[in-house]
């Protein structure tokens, strides 16, 4: 798993990443296309289903401190009458701009698709998310235009919708 100027390690999302959830998760600037911060209930809840064995959910550590930087995760999500794996990611300011969620993102990817139960990965970012549309281009996903949805619960938002075909996969 390569990222620029380094390699990106993926670790199963632990017991003790509640901290860098929160910062994630927790921090207005982060979710700025994600529908505004979690609150610290919230945030437990995720953390319980992140550290969960087989969640999906894991620590990205940047290679140059290793440090936690981030997160990816994958998770089954049907979409037009099909089952697939949704991805997700998110990087630290600290560590952003370096190729760490690009890479990131493509292990995540590969590990989608070697858990074996779905033929296709999608992605839901915000159309004004440069970085993480940037991600999805770069991967070789198609978009297959927008749609609104309601997320996080309680709020309409329009999202750009992703779909890579495992077997297309750059
Ligand atoms: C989206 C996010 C994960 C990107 O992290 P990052 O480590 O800075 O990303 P990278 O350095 O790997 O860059 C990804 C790509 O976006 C491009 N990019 C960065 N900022 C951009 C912008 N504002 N507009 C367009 N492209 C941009 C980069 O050039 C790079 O493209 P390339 O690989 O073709 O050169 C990070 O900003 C983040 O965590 N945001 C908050 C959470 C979030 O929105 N997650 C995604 C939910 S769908």
Not at 29 to 38: D, K, R, S, V
Not at 116 to 133: E, T, V
């Given at each position: 798993m390569s990222a620029e100027g380094g390699e990106v390690r993926l670790v199963h999302w632990g017991a003790g990443d509640l901290p860098l959830l929160s910062g994630l998760v927790g921090d207005p600037a982060m979710m700025e296309h994600l529908g505004g911060p979690e609150g610290e209930e919230k945030i437990r809840d995720r953390q319980r289903r992140y550290e969960a064995p087989g969640s999906g959910a894991f620590k990205v550590v940047d290679p140059a401190s290793g440090e936690g930087a981030g997160w990816v995760g994958f998770w089954p999500r049907e979409w037009g009458g099909e089952e697939a794996f949704e991805v997700g990611w998110a990087i630290l300011p600290a560590f952003q701009g370096r190729g760490l969620a690009g890479a990131a993102a493509a292990a995540i990817v590969g590990l989608a698709e070697a858990?074996?139960?779905?033929?296709a990965a999608l992605a839901f970012p915000a159309p004004d998310n440069g970085a993480s549309n940037a991600i999805c281009r770069r991967l070789g996903f198609e978009v297959l235009g927008e749609a609104d949805m309601e997320y996080p619960p309680g709020r309409m938002g329009r999202w750009n919708v992703w779909r890579l075909a495992f077997g297309r996969r750059r």
């Amino acid at each position: 798993m390569s990222a620029e100027g380094g390699e990106v390690r993926l670790v199963h999302w632990g017991a003790g990443d509640l901290p860098l959830l929160s910062g994630l998760v927790g921090d207005p600037a982060m979710m700025e296309h994600l529908g505004g911060p979690e609150g610290e209930e919230k945030i437990r809840d995720r953390q319980r289903r992140y550290e969960a064995p087989g969640s999906g959910a894991f620590k990205v550590v940047d290679p140059a401190s290793g440090e936690g930087a981030g997160w990816v995760g994958f998770w089954p999500r049907e979409w037009g009458g099909e089952e697939a794996f949704e991805v997700g990611w998110a990087i630290l300011p600290a560590f952003q701009g370096r190729g760490l969620a690009g890479a990131a993102a493509a292990a995540i990817v590969g590990l989608a698709e070697a858990d074996g139960r779905h033929d296709a990965a999608l992605a839901f970012p915000a159309p004004d998310n440069g970085a993480s549309n940037a991600i999805c281009r770069r991967l070789g996903f198609e978009v297959l235009g927008e749609a609104d949805m309601e997320y996080p619960p309680g709020r309409m938002g329009r999202w750009n919708v992703w779909r890579l075909a495992f077997g297309r996969r750059r």
